[in-house]
């Protein structure tokens, strides 16, 4: 994968970045980190100004930015809300980021929002949906987008094609990408009862755009062990073993590490992010001798 100037700019092949939080924008402009890029999520600067966006200007000065949207409710049947496609393209136009990605799920109804991304049957009728939005979304930005993979915790009866497939047919009809969330495919194939390696093994490389690993907890339900994705920990030692064998076989990708719940200290933050690029380095060590850095 070939990666743009400011990336290669920065001597990396290997480019990790973090969720930015606003406890720590002072640390990020104060320590100015060996990180390759930041991810914000649209729906926090859907704004016009205020201290977010002059931090924000102040910080993707530096570093590239990642624009995740939580709230465009791709799997939405009603199409897409145009005022909130209005607000995503301002700050697109308005920030240039240099990734752009949503979520495989639905989130409004009848003019309201729901506070939750929420899964979608998968089968050609949601999938026809989901290829309209998607297509809606890149012509309204002029870009192209990452969509995430969900994670799941039942399954549809209207259900009929695997995750994967559904994700590649949809970057088939519309060029959009895939985030890979390698925590939320654990996660969905753990609930799910479904193979976790062999679903990576099936991600077609070239579709990738950007990595995504967070946490998750583990409860216990009515004799039933349910993982959920919380972003609330560090990386479990599961999920960085899927990673490191995904990044083996697809190499180096842009890499985030989530934690949008008991944020930690930035220094915690940095940590992980740290292990993600000792990962790829390893990586490519193994294939072509050295990772600069």
Partial sequence: MTFPAHIAAKGSKCPVGVGLKTQHYDDVLSSKPALAFFEVHAENYMMPGGAHHRYLEAISETYPLSLHGVGMSLGSAEGLDKAHLRQFKALVERYRPWLVSEHLAWS?????YLNDLLPLPLNQHSLEVVRDNVNAMQDAIGRRILV?????????????????EFL????ERTGCGLLLDVNNVFVSGKNMEWNVSAYLENVPAALVGEIHLAGHVTKE????????????????????????SLVGRIG????????????????ELLEEAGRAR???NCVLAQAEGACSD
């Fill in 108 to 112: 409004r109804m009848g003019g309201t």
């Fill in 148 to 164: 995430e993979n969900p994670s799941s915790y039942l399954a549809f009866t209207g259900s009929d094609m695997p995750e994967i």
């Fill in 168 to 171: 590649v047919a949809l970057a």
């Fill in 221 to 244: 339900v009515d004799g039933q062990t349910i993982r959920i994705d919380d972003h609330g920990s560090r990386v479990s030692e599961d999920v960085w073993d899927l990673y490191e």
């Fill in 252 to 267: 180096p990708r842009p890499t985030l590490i989530e934690w949008d719940s008991d944020i930690p200290t930035f220094d």
């Fill in 278 to 280: 000792e990962v790829m």
